[in-house]
């Protein structure tokens, strides 16, 4: 999937979100000064919602004096939830289905507040047409585990055919487009909300046209110690930090772990 491509020829753009008052416009600036630490050739469009508060909208002149491009974007209100998300705030999560109205770009690449980069990344703009490429997440709700499925295998005889591939929405690489954009907002008025809000739908909706990507471009840090076997810290560009390194205290689970002080 590299490229020798270095240069940005415009149709190209890396895009995060940032929505309400908690403390992700701080991920959000790191973000930025990760990809201009690495030299990548690409603008950073940040799509904020309205109820980001102003005292963190002043931080927006960072992100503007980084090179960054401020793109205002409305909710968007998934049906009511009978059975809860798994974090009450997932569910303005669904806001980030609005990305897919940046036709301006050809493609693009989707990175959460909580992530951070370490390797330029570019040669991903290359990647064949007509696919999304995500990082296939670790763990399924049984035991089961699409990583390494020998390990525990799946019981056909009692829940029929594996689930398809899952992924992890917090690092996207995607082609906007305004058809599937109406496309995506009718079908989720449809769609019960489950646990896992956007992440859920995204899998759903994309899942035949769905291209799975290395560790490299999105470490989530629980594969450290549920699959050492498929990481190579040397190799990482991408890290996506399930306690937020902002928040960082020392007192966190596995924190005491060499591998993961290498990347606090």
């Keep these: 999937m ?27 600036v790191g973000l930025a000064k990760g990809l201009r630490k690495v030299k990548s050739a690409y603008p950073l469009v940040v799509a904020i919602l309205p109820d980001v508060p102003e005292e963190h909208r002043q931080m927006t002149q960072i992100l503007v004096a980084q090179g960054c491009i401020i793109r205002e974007i409305e909710p968007v209100i998934p049906p009511e939830n009978q059975s809860g998300y798994a974090m009450a705030y997932y569910v303005i999560n669904y806001s980030k289905l609005r990305i897919w109205e940046f036709v301006e770009y050809e493609k693009m690449i989707y990175l959460d507040g909580d992530i951070q980069v370490f390797g330029n990344i570019d040669h991903l703009f290359d990647s064949p047409s007509g696919y999304l490429y995500a990082f296939k997440t670790p763990q399924y709700k049984i035991g089961y585990c699409q990583q390494s499925p020998e390990k525990v295998t799946w019981p056909v005889e009692s829940h029929g055919p594996p689930p398809p591939k899952y992924f992890n929405a917090g690092m996207l690489v995607f ?31 994309f899942k035949d046209i769905y291209k799975p990507i290395p560790t490299t471009y999105n470490l989530v840090l629980a594969m450290l110690w549920r699959h050492p076997e498929h990481v190579d810290l040397d190799q990482i560009n991408v890290v996506h930090y399930c306690a937020k390194p902002w928040r960082f205290t020392g007192d966190e689970e596995h924190m005491d772990r060499e591998d993961i002080k290498m990347l606090i």
């Design 2 to 28: 590299a490229s020798t491509k270095t240069t940005n020829d415009g149709k190209g753009a890396y895009v995060t979100f940032l929505a309400g008052n908690l403390d992700y416009w701080m991920g959000v």
């Design 175 to 205: 082609e906007p487009n305004l058809v599937t954009y109406e496309d995506v907002l009718e079908v989720v008025k449809v769609t019960t909300p489950t646990s896992f809000a956007e992440q859920d739908f995204l899998n759903m909706y």
